[in-house]
């Protein structure tokens, strides 16, 4: 049997919380990954973006990004280890704090946007985020790209991770996604989209904007909530991936039946 995780970043808006298509979109995925207040999210808006996801039955992960609210921490930051370091232990701690506060359990890390994207690559960034996640707390799964720096960081200290695949966005023949500011690095054709996912998950690979495939590990599913049709697009993977005989689950149910 086959069982993959659907997760969503959630919690980025602030003061009065705009919910936007979080509340929708928590009826479908299995894991939402909550902004920490440097990227994108405040005080007040972590609070209710937990006590959704808790309502909701979804596995609930800290979502550290660089501190660049204007650049919704898309844009590159030149930051050293100890400073990548710092910056996801404090923001784990934040939201770890809300969850504990409301009786959650926190159960996984997702860096957000360019910081995930420079511990894809950079090794010695990754080794900081792993050590970050490890020191916070050794039993915190760390979600990072499939194939990358970050996945492998995590496992060489010591931490269960999900190798994450991306539902609507194009990959590079290295394995990369392809850089938002390029080209089709986006995939707007719902059906394209859906069909990928279904290959990754099954087969394991995925057709790259270099028209050759790729061996690629799908352990978790990233779907964006910020799109105009967002719920919708999560509702019909969801369907898509129960029709073809996944089983869609957060990541710590499947790794403890591994166990």
């Keep these: 049997?086959?069982?993959v995780d659907l997760n969503c970043d959630m919690g980025e808006?602030?003061?009065?919380?705009?919910?936007?298509?979080?509340?929708?979109?928590?009826?479908?995925?299995?894991?939402?990954?909550?902004?920490c207040g440097f990227h994108a999210g405040d005080a007040s808006t972590m609070?209710?973006?937990?006590?959704?996801?808790?309502v909701h039955h979804v596995a609930i992960g800290a979502h550290p990004g660089l501190q660049d609210l204007v650049g919704f921490g898309r844009r590159r930051m030149d930051i050293s280890p100890q400073e990548a370091y710092d910056i996801v232990v404090y923001?784990?701690?934040?939201?770890?704090?809300?969850?504990?506060s409301e009786g959650g359990t926190l159960?996984?890390?997702?860096?957000?946007?360019?910081?995930?994207?420079?511990a894809a690559t950079n090794a010695k960034l990754a080794e900081a985020v792993a050590e970050a996640v490890y020191k916070v707390d050794p039993?915190?799964?760390?979600?990072g790209l499939a194939?990358?720096?970050?996945?492998?960081?995590?496992?060489?200290?010591?931490?269960r991770t999900a190798s994450e695949v991306f539902a609507d966005r194009t990959y590079q023949a290295d394995g990369t996604l392809t850089p938002r500011r390029e080209p089709n690095a986006l995939i707007t054709d719902e059906k394209q989209s859906l069909s990928q996912v279904i290959r990754m998950v099954k087969e394991g690979k995925v057709f790259t904007q270099q028209q050759v495939d790729v061996s690629i590990q799908a352990e978790?599913?990233?779907?964006?909530?910020?799109?105009?049709?967002?719920?919708?697009?999560?509702?019909?993977?969801?369907?898509?991936?129960?029709?073809?005989?996944?089983?869609?689950?957060?990541?710590?149910?499947?790794?403890s039946r591994q166990f």
């Design 91 to 100: 923001q784990i701690g934040a939201l770890w704090a809300f969850v504990k």
């Design 139 to 143: 039993e915190l799964i760390l979600f």
């Design 220 to 255: 978790t599913i990233c779907v964006h909530g910020d799109g105009a049709r967002a719920s919708e697009f999560a509702r019909n993977i969801r369907t898509a991936l129960t029709e073809a005989g996944i089983v869609v689950q957060s990541v710590n149910k499947t790794l």
């Design 47 to 54: 609070r209710k973006t937990v006590r959704l996801a808790m």
């Design 13 to 35: 808006s602030f003061g009065a919380y705009r919910l936007g298509h979080d509340e929708e979109i928590l009826a479908y995925i299995t894991s939402a990954n909550i902004a």
């Design 147 to 159: 194939g990358s720096e970050l996945i492998k960081a995590g496992q060489r200290i010591g931490l």
């Design 107 to 118: 159960e996984h890390v997702k860096a957000h946007g360019e910081l995930y994207n420079m």
């Design 1 to 3: 049997m086959t069982f």
